[in-house]
């Protein structure tokens, strides 16, 4: 993490300061994998029409991040259906790259993404699904599995 670009969103007070065992579970890549994530996705010519190359899911969801709709949000990301255990790959750009796992995604949204900054991609080995972080607020989904989002909610999940 100390070499990390984007490090100061988990580590600095003013941002967000994470428990040390939680920090622990995130893993920067150095540039040569950002690149590696960054040409895959593009190779893959996944957003080559925003947020998803035509025809690329077979369903559709999407979120927009309003001032105060963070619980929301959370809630949102954490009926995706996707494992708590899932290893991750975040593709910021070409230089920021992370894996991690989901559960972190789903609990650390907003210390990992900054509208109006970022485009962020989060997707697994399966390229089965993707999130997709649009700097304009706005968090799409698209997968080709039959999906239907999680209907209860667990709080306690967070406890983590």
């Avoid at 998803?52 to 959370?74: C, P, Q, S, W, Y």
């Avoid at 992370?98 to 949204?109: E, P």
Wanted: net charge negative; hydrophobic share 40%; charged share 30%.
């Amino acid at each position: 993490m100390t070499e990390f670009t984007l490090k100061w969103r988990f580590t600095e007070e003013e941002y967000d300061c994470l428990p040390e065992q939680h920090l622990n579970e995130f893993k920067p890549l150095d540039k040569v994998g950002a690149e590696f994530l960054a040409d895959f996705l593009s190779d893959c010519k996944v957003h080559s029409k925003l947020p998803f190359k035509n025809g690329m899911f077979r369903n559709l969801d999407k979120a927009k991040i309003l001032e105060n709709n963070d619980k929301e949000i959370t809630k949102w990301l954490y009926q995706r259906t996707i494992p708590f255990e899932k290893e991750v790959f975040l593709s910021w750009d070409g230089n920021n790259g992370m894996i991690t796992k989901w559960k972190f995604v789903v609990k650390y949204w907003n210390s990992i993404f900054y509208g109006g900054a970022d485009d962020l991609t989060v997707f697994d080995q399966s390229l089965e699904w993707i999130l997709f972080f649009f700097h304009e607020d706005e968090i799409h989904f698209g997968t080709n599995k039959n999906y239907e989002p999680i209907a209860e909610f667990d709080e306690e999940w967070f406890v983590i």
